[in-house]
């Protein structure tokens, strides 16, 4: 560890700072100095994975143990012979292999692009001259210059700044530009996004320049500990993925046992080796759904498909099925529930509240009094107010031409400028009417700034109000100026003599003035920015800009909720998925969002314990975390360090956890969640690449949307999984029962792989196309959660359902054998009869819970043709003379085709019977 690792360079003063590092303040480093440090620290660059080559990438699709189980099936299938056998298996597999490839197919870029953030070009003072540098040649110690439009190369501590601010969302997840003071007192443990003393790696220098002592190079920097972080979590495999694994050990181990079994009963009773041989590899084949890993892959393909549609890009294939076992959704605040879009809320004049209608940059909306319409025209107090937010301003609104609006220049004033238009205040004339002469700008420290217009008339007309010469208090003579001041309240109001009330201007009493800080307090604590607006007439433009005003009132602001949003939230509650918003805001401000948009309980505080910050997680080890995080909604202020314990905290405790991020801070905690969710818009390149999925429309209200269809597809998955796993039961059941009793082989091996991957597969893949069921978002998320075992009743319908079928293809496979002495022909009926069979189950695995009509017998089209195509196959595996001679197959006569007709009709007419009398006896 590095010493500076060990410093809190925050709270040292620029002389401090300079001891430590041993650097002049002024003149910065030496040459020579800093070549030897470069050589000491190393390239202000950070660590580079190793690549994970396309090669890699394909080979770990042949990690699962189900795949291992059918390459050994394949193996051992070449071994005895069966050439077309062991073909057939790994032809499936590579086509599997493939497909998992092309869907899955990404490089593990996140550190590379936490790379491109930093800046290849620095201005540095070494030996007292300014120069450029490549940023990779900093060090710390280094003086360092910054101007607007700059990124910072490396953390540092300020020596200077002027009207310096910064936007350092991507790292902190502070949704506003944070103004930097270079002499701020802080205490050692303020969060990082308090640090007004520091500048750190990739900010942007929004407004202002600045002057620093580098602190950190490379992986020293906070953005090199997020990137070490990066690398040291340990991305989670999907809950489907678990199960797969664990359910292809179960299948090894159950294809062994029963092998072992009936090749043991069979020698005892003197069979041959080959037999017992050849009878074990059809167990293992029967046992091992050959055609799972195609369909279960090619249904996450088309969910992911179906969510592309609806702006939801999924970039890993098994979270797709994830999505639908969500059970907690933990959502960044600014741009994905709310509109990243100041918005001017309340306007308070005098002793009246204003409300102001629509959300976001588009200038649409009207003024209110208590749900009363004012016409902001006919109230000059009103107008005045708003020409002084209008003209106090540097930003401007810009429309793209197909109807989007966004600001350029600090959201903030954006705002303002948006509530003047509403209120059909042209910009451009006022600013054209009253030019401006001076300005005085926004200065960090003080929080306020000024500006100064021009007024040519004799009859000096104030916006709002014509103000003859009586009102003022001396000669027009030099022409007067206006002064319009906005900022902070406590920077605004003090300078404030007088007031304006409707017309009129009155003094500004000690009452009054205590009225107006109850009120700032009151806006404040509705999570609302407060601006206080003012102006004055002067003569003088000599004169203090912010002494002797005219206090007009304050204009509340805030990044208002997306009205989606809020319904998709209510959505979650309903689906009984349960939204926890954490952001690095402050508390206060993610409080009130909280309760707007529903997340809060209605009355909540931090005192309830439902909203908790960093500090107070700082106090917490992870087994009292555990229990938090029951009761806890919100969590504020928070690090990257956080949002990691938080989620694996969730996970502690079996729930399967979506987390949003759109910042450098949150790419460690999206790499952790079973599915990370980024932005696509507002997000930077690292949380994209840490994502297992990306919101094209950065909305909650798609997360929400791809729930929905992740519920489908694991709706789905279910039941191609019940009918793939009661098939394959069928055939087990089948080739054991027939075996231990003594009977000729009903099916051959190659006839079993035939089943699996034709019989089956295509049902299967129809299976996986199912329209989503009524009222999917009603229920609650599937139990069991992260490591669910099948539920007792799934286990038991594939259990019965597969002996059906089993048993009906036993007794036409009997009767054949009493019918004739033929082996081949009723080997055939066999394999005709189970095919059938598992073709009509098809339609008893569309609907669990009651009979197949009640989810529309056609309303699966797909599932019509897929039979109609496997009926087709079936006829050409016992027609067609090459057919005949693979599958070891005859023609059949008529009347075994009433029996083979007849025994496959029979478990599919049994099960939805039983179907509909369970659900008529439910309700």
Known sequence: MEKGDLIQWHILTQAQVASELVTDPENGLGTTEAQARLANYGANRLPEPAAVSPWQLFLSQFKSVMTILLLAAASIAFFMGDELEAISITVVLLLNALLGFANEYRAERSVQALKAMTVPVAKVVRDGETSEVPGGDLVPGDLITFEAGDRIPADARLTESWNLRLDESALTGESLAVDKDDNAKLAVEAPLAERLTMVYTGSAVVEGRGQAIVTATGAATEMGKISSLLKSTKEEQTPLQNRLNKLGRYLALAALGIAALVAVAGLIRGEEIFRMLETSLALAIAAVPEGLSAVVTIALALGMRRMAKRRAIVRRLAAVETL??????????????????????????????????????????????????????????????????????????????????????????????????????????????????????????????????????????????????????????????????????????????????????????????????????????????????????????????????????????????????????????????????????????????????????????????????????????????????????????????????????????????????????????????????????????????????????????????????????????????????????????????????????????????????????????????????????????????????????????????????????????????????????????????????????????????GPVFRAGLFSNRSLWAAVGLTLALEMAAIYLPGAQAILKTVPLTPYEWIVVVVASLSPALVIEIYKLVVSKNRG
């Not at 928070?638 to 759109?662: C, W, Y």
């Not at 910042?663 to 460690?668: E, H, S, W, Y």
């Open 324 to 849: 639908g076992s969500t059970n907690v959704i933990c959502t960044d605040k600014t741009g994905t529930l709310t509109q990243n879009q100041m918005t001017v809320r309340e306007l308070r004049l005098a002793d009246r509240s204003i409300q102001v209608s629509g959300a976001g940059y588009e200038p649409r909306g009207e003024f209110l009094i208590q749900h009363e319409r004012l016409d902001p025209r006919a109230d000059p107090h009103l107008l005045l107010a708003l020409h002084a937010g209008l003209l106090c301003n540097n930003a401007a609104l810009d429309e793209d031409g197909t109807g989007q609006w966004s600001v350029v220049g600090d959201p903030t004033e954006g705002a303002l400028i948006v509530a003047a238009i509403k209120a059909g205040i042209d910009p451009q004339v006022e600013q054209e009417a009253y030019p401006r002469v001076d300005e005085v700008p926004f200065d960090s420290r003080e929080r306020r700034m000024a500006t100064i217009h021009k007024v040519e008339s004799d009859e000096l007309k104030v916006p709002g109000l014509e103000i003859g010469r009586n009102f003022l208090s001396g000669n027009l003579h030099p022409a007067p100026s206006l002064v319009f001041a906005k900022g902070a309240p406590e920077t605004i109001l003090p300078g404030c003599a007088r007031q304006q009330d409707g017309a009129e201007i009155v003094d500004l009493s000690a009452a009054d003035r205590e009225r107006f800080w109850n009120i700032n307090t009151e806006m404040a604590a509705q999570a609302l920015r407060v601006l206080a607006l003012a102006y004055k007439v002067i003569h003088d433009e000599s004169r203090a800009p912010f002494d002797d005003l005219i206090f007009l009132g304050f204009a509340g602001m805030i990044d208002p909720p997306r009205p989606e949003a809020k319904e998709a939230v209510s959505l979650c509650q309903d689906a009984g998925i349960r939204t926890v918003m954490i952001t690095g805001d402050q508390k206060t401000t993610a409080q009130a969002i909280a309760a707007e948009m529903g997340i809060l309980p209605t009355g909540s505080n931090a005192a309830d314990g439902v909203i908790l910050d960093g500090p107070a997680l700082d106090r917490v080890d992870e087994t009292a975390l555990r229990e938090l995080i029951s009761k806890t909604a919100v969590y504020a202020r928070v690090s990257p360090e956080h949002k990691l314990r938080i989620v694996r905290a969730f996970q502690d405790r079996n729930q399967i956890v979506a987390m949003t991020g759109d910042g450098v801070n949150d790419a460690p905690a999206l790499k952790a969640a079973d599915i990370g969710v980024a932005m696509g818009r507002m997000g930077t390149d690292v949380a994209r690449e840490a994502a297992d999925m990306v919101l094209a429309d950065d909305n909650f209200a798609t997360i929400v949307a791809a729930v929905e269809e992740g519920r489908v597809v694991f709706a789905n998955v279910r039941k191609f999984v019940h009918y793939l796993f009661s098939c394959n039961l069928s055939e087990i059941l089948t080739v054991f029962v027939a075996t231990v009793s003594g009977l000729p082989m009903p099916l051959l091996p190659l006839q079993i792989l035939w089943l699996n991957l034709v019989t089956d597969v295509f049902p299967a893949l129809a299976l996986a196309g199912e329209p989503a069921e009524p009222g999917i978002m009603k229920r609650p998320p599937p139990e069991g959660a992260r490591y669910r075992r099948p539920p007792a009743s799934f286990v038991r319908s594939v259990v019965s359902q597969g002996s059906l079928l089993a048993l009906s293809t036993l007794a036409a496979f009997v009767w054949a054998l009493r019918s004739s002495p033929n082996v081949e022909r009723a080997t055939t009926v066999a394999f005709l009869t189970l095919g059938l069979a598992q073709l009509f189950h098809a339609f008893n695995s569309r609907y669990e819970s």
